[in-house]
């Protein structure tokens, strides 16, 4: 029998041999806001997720900074095989890009790619427990009575409660004061005790207070919350008003396409166990899973809306 030059059998060889399975070493999941918050639970709870798929638990890091640019930045200039993802969020794809005075070490759009979205963040209008306002229209009559006497909260300028507060003046043709703080959770704290009237932001940063401390007046997502039956939304009050708030993750760009399908796959496969929807649900968030399509076209939607906002308020850093 003839034999066969020894490279015919190497390739032979090698073409037997299966594809190194993904991940072929530690995954991570990078997080730019600190541990315990609505961003760090839910990081936690995807790492668990795609555990089974992945064979292995990815590690969550956290990197603070720059509402979130820090760890952006740390993905977006990881080697792009697949391994690091980071978690993105509203602000960071379709409001921090557009503001103008925004120093951002990363293009977004040029700089990651969306993977999945997956967590609906359900928007929520509390006052304090203490507060004469009962109803979203309370509020609105009061600040059509006295301009520039209702204060709202927010997270920072350019978050989403800034945002979400600001759309409630244009749409209401409103005059109210912004209090920006660094993070929802001090404006919610100066909610509840009387100091700023109202703010609008994730239900899981307020979830813990309401009846204790705080008032829930509505939502504002058009969707609400299982949890909360009977609560309205803010738009029976103000026709046409809706914000919502969401996290997905993204990868550098130039990754994988079947890095990322397996990323999307196991995060979609994972989050079918009710354990961990219900975990989700019980600290304000609903399970809103994207493949890269339906999420291109979700960020697509609120660039277009945040930037509207931000152009008719005038938002800026500068």
Known sequence: MKKLPCWILVLALGASLPAAAFPDRQARIL?????GGTSDIINRLVAEAVAPS??????VEVRTGANGFVA???????PADGHTVVQCSTGLLTISPQLPGAQLPIDPARDLL???NIVHSTQAMVVSAQSPYRSVADVLAAARAKPDGISYASAGIGSVSHLSGARLAQLGKLSLVHVPYRGAAPGVLDVAAGRADFIITNLGDVAAQIGQGLRLLAFADGIGSPRHPGIGQVSEALPGYAVSGWFGLCGPQGMPEAAASRWFEAVRDGFADPVLQQRLQENGLTLRIEDRAAFARTIDQDRRLWGEVIGAARISLD
């Open 114 to 116: 969306p993977i999945a």
């Open 54 to 59: 992945f064979g292995q638990r990815p590690v």
């Open 72 to 78: 952006a930045e740390a993905a977006a200039r990881s």
């Open 31 to 35: 997080g730019g806001f600190a541990p």
